[in-house]
């Protein structure tokens, strides 16, 4: 069994919801961020805009487990990657040393509460006591491991029941993210990488990610520069109250 | 550019869409990686410097140059300082596969070993004890204290080297620039032991120095050629060190200050036929020591990681 993750690029419309979820799930201080969503422009006419969803990759031949003098990061046999807080010594060297920069480290000065100079609201509060973060550390996206577990107790499985499947692939309201067992040949992730030409991010250092990236416009390419139109008719469909505002605002220029 | 593109109506960020800088050992607390790796080089190079013309002197500074400074400094820098511990055996087993906790160990076995030798070269309790007794152990803890200065003097590089993402670190000839660079460091600094009234001889410094000096010109330009034949990002690196920001560190700090000016000083006592002056000396170690910094400074600056997607960089 190995966890992962595929994420098709022509759905993702940009509307942060994954990383909001994530925050929501995690209790994630305001300087720390798990999944990100990255954009870029370019003036490529009909391709101005391009985003990619990113979150750490779990790599089956992970660099961040390999340097970690502490041992504080630990590869499960299902293929997550985590950090043990109690462990970590705070080097950075796996921040340094992750080819995908999808790691954070946790200064005091990230710390500063939800509403800095303010006292913490009463869900800063609960978080805390659910889910430690501790200052000093590195983070992670962990493929919220936690509920992974918790799912799987009940017999339930990750990636088909809501329960035991990541926040960020529940929240996806385009439904750009799938979650399932890569070694399962016949799971919906195997089935996307294999009929959409699933593809990894630098595959050519040898980590193995367990995060594909699958575009149907443009199949294997590297490049996976979505044009504007399938992205924002994406958006406007799932905004679909807001349609004839944003047409208003926007359709006149 | 398109009225989608001006109009900003979302912020964009940058993260790893362009050839991003790594920051976390080199900015804000990352200063404390640049000193520490630089007192690396210069205590290891001293160190094994000094094992070779057997200065206890020399010995003694660079022990506490790894001692007192870069392990405190490189400690100060963790987010959890006091679980440094916990990088070591028996509490881990990293250093089967990490540089770090092996240069960890390094260090830790270097205070140990360099300091039982120390202990039993110090001219004094020789007098006392004897040499027949103080002699053995001091040799045998030298070879192995020795060892742990190769491998602490070392260990940045390997570090450095094993980071996939940034194509100017990860070249192989990288630990050995390090590792040489330590020891002319070390050549330096046995100039001023030996001017200080230390064990040392000037002239044998002198012409240590010369001859690493040279081997470094050609590793660093080496190392450049090289780097910028493996990768455009690794290319945009040496550019940023030729004409970029870091062009004045690298021109000013490590070329003038760290090769040239000890070169010209060292070929001018070798046209000469004599030793320089002591104030010449003094100029050559400063500015070999700026160089040591500067070369440090150079290399953590420019780690430039690859974009995520390689369409998107500017290749």
Request: glycine share 10%; proline share 5%.
């Amino acid at each position: 069994m190995r966890w992962g993750m595929v994420i098709n690029l022509a759905k993702c419309t940009r509307c942060h919801a994954c990383v909001a979820a994530c925050r929501i799930e995690h209790f994630l201080p305001l300087g720390m961020t798990w999944p990100r969503l990255i954009a870029w422009e370019t003036n490529v006419p009909g391709e101005e805009l391009t985003t990619l969803p990113v979150r750490c990759n779990q790599c089956k031949e992970a660099p961040c487990v390999e340097v970690c003098p502490a041992e504080a990061t630990i590869k499960r046999p299902d293929g997550i990657v985590y950090v043990d807080n109690a462990k970590c010594v705070g080097c950075r060297y796996c921040v340094v040393v992750c080819p995908y920069q999808n790691r954070t480290f946790f200064s005091k000065d990230k710390d500063t509460g939800f509403f800095p100079g303010y006292e913490r609201t009463r869900f800063e509060k609960a978080g805390h006591k659910l889910y430690q973060h501790v200052a000093g550390t590195t983070e992670k996206c962990d493929f919220c491991m936690e509920r992974i577990d918790a799912g799987m107790e009940k017999g339930l499985v990750p990636g088909k029941d809501r329960e035991a499947t990541p926040a960020c692939v529940n929240t996806c309201q385009a439904r750009a993210l799938t979650f399932g067992d890569l070694d399962d040949p016949n799971s919906e992730v195997s089935r996307l990488i294999k009929e959409k030409n699933g593809f990894q991010l630098h595959a050519e250092y040898g980590t193995e990610p367990s995060v594909y990236y699958i575009d149907y416009k443009l199949g294997n390419n590297l490049s996976n520069v979505a044009p504007r139109e399938e992205q924002t008719a994406s958006h406007m469909q799932h905004l679909s109250t807001m349609e004839a505002r944003a047409k208003e605002i926007f359709g006149k220029k | 550019m398109s009225p989608m593109a001006t109009r900003q109506w979302m912020n964009t960020h940058q993260w790893m869409v362009k050839p991003m800088h790594q920051r976390e050992w080199i900015e804000r607390r990352g200063i404390m990686i640049w000193i520490a790796e630089t007192f690396t080089s210069l205590g290891a190079g001293l160190f094994l410097v000094s094992l070779f013309i057997n200065s206890w002197w020399g010995l003694l500074i660079g022990w506490m140059i790894i001692m007192f400074i870069k392990l405190p400094i490189h400690l100060a820098y963790f987010g959890k300082p006091w679980r440094f511990y916990m990088t070591m055996p028996p509490w881990s087993n990293a250093w089967k596969t990490s540089w770090f906790a092996r240069g960890i160990l390094f260090s830790v076995l270097f205070g140990m070993f360099g300091f039982v030798q120390l202990v039993f070269g110090q001219p004094d309790l020789v007098r006392i004890i004897g040499s027949q007794i103080c002699n053995p152990i001091y040799y045998t803890f030298g070879v192995i204290a020795g060892l742990n200065a190769l491998g602490v003097g070392i260990y940045g590089g390997f570090i450095m080297n094993y980071v996939k993402g940034i194509p100017f670190w990860n070249q192989g000839l990288l630990p050995i620039v390090i590792m040489l660079a330590g020891v002319a460091d070390g050549f330096g600094l046995i100039m001023g032991v030996a001017l200080a009234g230390g064990d040392a001889s000037i002239a044998w410094a002198e012409t240590g120095s010369r001859y690493l000096l040279l081997v470094n010109v050609l590793l660093i330009v080496t190392y450049m050629i090289s780097a910028g034949y493996s990768s455009v990002v690794a290319k945009i690196s040496i550019n940023e060190l030729l004409k970029g920001p870091s062009a004045f560190m690298f021109w000013g700090g490590l070329i003038f200050l760290g090769l040239a000016v000890p070169a010209a000083i060292s070929v001018y006592g070798l046209i000469q036929g004599i030793e320089a002056s002591s104030v010449l000396l003094v100029i050559a170690i400063v500015a070999h020591t700026i160089g040591a910094f500067a070369l440090k400074y150079c290399i953590l600056k420019v780690g430039i990681y690859r974009p995520l997607l390689p369409k998107i960089a500017p290749m």
